[in-house]
């Protein structure tokens, strides 16, 4: 069906960046929706950031407020693919990062990554 996979995690001080990776494949006719949720422990999953495909084949952008100004994503849709540039972290950012896609804008239908782990600690 659809396979999505992250990569770019990884422990960093507090201030420093990463950039997350994310590609989709498999049968995928459409792609409505990519965005990366974020689940600290003993926390539920929440949206970081998100894409969200427009009836003129432009895209939305939407961020948490607590990224807003830090954290930019960016997505490939010829490549099935979403990024997320992370500046200026802090402990607060420290969780597991899924990327989400979900194909169709009227399946509620979503797929996700297996996570990768972003810690920010000195």
């Known amino acids: 069906q659809v396979q999505v996979a992250e990569s770019g995690g990884g422990l960093v001080q507090p201030g420093g960046s990463l950039r997350l990776s994310c590609a989709a494949s498999?049968?995928?006719?459409?792609?409505?929706?990519m965005g990366w949720y974020r689940q600290a422990p003993g926390k539920q999953r929440e949206l970081v950031a998100g894409?969200?495909?427009?009836?003129?084949?432009?895209?939305?952008?939407n961020y948490a407020d607590s990224v807003k100004g830090r954290f930019t994503i960016s997505r490939d849709s010829s490549k099935k693919a979403v990024y997320l540039q992370m500046n200026s972290l802090t402990p607060e950012d420290t969780a597991v990062y899924y990327c989400?896609?979900?194909?169709?804008?009227?399946?509620?239908?979503?797929?996700w990554g297996q996570g990768t782990q972003v810690t920010v600690s000195s």
């Open positions: 498999g049968s995928i006719t459409s792609l409505y929706q």
């Open positions: 894409t969200t495909s427009g009836v003129t084949s432009d895209i939305i952008i």
């Open positions: 989400n896609v979900r194909p169709s804008r009227f399946l509620v239908l979503d797929y």
